[in-house]
């Protein structure tokens, strides 16, 4: 891993950790502390396994067999060799209208790859092994404990923050009616935590998406496929009203607000990155890739809202 964007990321991970601490010690002293503690560590036991099964029964995702789609399992298995892996994350496809990938999991021991079908229709073999390396590589730097946590972190801060401003705000008639002190700096500290919470995180997550750009372009040893699949993603996301009410250049978007970086600027770094490995053997990465065909048509997600919320 490149030492600066580790560097980067332990730092925006502790600035996250120590904000999330400051809430809990206003809310409640060190007892706060200690609860906020006690709630970090259950959710790192317990809860990222259990939201990965519900998220995945939630969206309709379904377990693909390596019967249904042999060319996509033998293209994952020979990444997650030249990752380093050792388990074959599971591959599931799920019901969505747009192009969308992404790893889901608590560890490499129960990781799991999630495509959607247009995503697995409209790319070829060799984009979609660039894409399936982009997720294999998220798996093996760790990455799904990584955001798990900031994820986790960031929605702490939110309702904690939520509860102490409740709290504030019915103590204030009462504390100006006795003469009391009312702590400005605290409420302020409280309304603008979720938000700095928030930043963080999404930071973090574009620093994470270029080692996983990096780490692809490795395993894959075809940064070319990869651009071009980004490129593809990128514009099968614009939808016909923002071609025609926001004719503005992708990706222009606050950076500070984006979770992925912009498209253009990881397509040129990619492109500028020559691979540790060679291409995957041509008879994996032929223009047929074997989509399932029981899943032959488009479908459209009921609770597109939960991908938003989930990521």
Same mark, same amino acid.
């Given at each position: 891993m490149n030492l600066h964007n580790l560097m980067q990321s332990a730092a925006m991970l502790a600035t996250m950790t120590a904000l999330l601490a400051v809430i809990g010690f206003i809310l409640a002293g060190r007892d706060g502390l200690l609860i906020t503690a006690v709630f970090v560590f259950a959710f790192l036991m317990f809860g990222r396994r259990a939201s990965k099964s519900w998220m995945l029964m939630a969206i309709g995702a379904v377990k693909l067999r390596p019967d249904q789609a042999p060319a996509i399992h033998a293209i994952l298995a020979e990444l997650s060799r030249r990752a380093g892996l050792d388990r074959v994350p599971d591959v599931y496809l799920m019901d969505a209208e747009q192009m969308l990938g992404f790893s889901t999991g608590t560890s490499q021991d129960d990781a799991a790859v999630v495509l959607s079908g247009p995503l697995v229709q409209g790319l070829n073999a060799r984009e979609l092994a660039g894409v399936l390396a982009h997720e294999v590589s998220h798996i093996a730097s760790g990455d799904l404990a990584v955001m798990g946590l900031a994820d986790m972190i960031t929605r702490m801060t939110r309702t904690l923050s939520m509860i102490g401003l409740i709290l504030i705000?019915?103590?204030?008639?009462?504390? /100006? &009616?006795? +003469? +009391?002190?009312?702590?400005? +700096?605290? *409420?302020?500290?409280?309304?603008?935590?979720?938000?700095?919470?928030?930043?963080?995180?999404?930071?973090?997550?574009?620093?994470? @998406?270029? =080692?996983?750009?990096?780490?692809?372009?490795?395993?894959?040893?075809?940064? @070319?496929?990869?651009?071009?699949?980004?490129?593809?993603?990128? %514009?099968?996301?614009?939808?016909?009203?923002?071609?025609?009410?926001?004719?503005?250049?992708?990706?222009? =978007?606050? /950076?500070? *607000?984006? /979770?992925? #970086?912009? &498209?253009? @600027?990881?397509? /040129?770094? %990619?492109?500028?990155?020559?691979?540790?490995?060679?291409?995957? #053997? %041509? @008879? *994996? %990465?032929?223009e047929q890739h074997g989509y399932p065909r029981e899943w032959s048509r488009p479908f459209g997600l009921p609770i597109r809202w939960l991908l938003r919320w989930w990521r």
């Open positions: 705000v019915f103590n204030i008639p009462l504390s /100006s &009616t006795a +003469g +009391g002190y009312i702590p400005w +700096g605290a *409420l302020l500290l409280l309304m603008m935590a979720p938000l700095l919470s928030f930043l963080l995180q999404m930071g973090l997550s574009r620093v994470r @998406e270029f =080692e996983a750009d990096h780490g692809a372009v490795d395993i894959c040893g075809d940064p @070319e496929a990869l651009a071009v699949a980004l490129e593809k993603l990128e %514009i099968q996301g614009r939808s016909l009203l923002q071609h025609a009410y926001f004719p503005h250049r992708p990706g222009t =978007e606050p /950076s500070l *607000l984006r /979770s992925h #970086p912009v &498209t253009q @600027e990881r397509v /040129s770094r %990619i492109l500028r990155q020559s691979p540790a490995m060679g291409p995957l #053997p %041509i @008879e *994996l %990465i032929g």
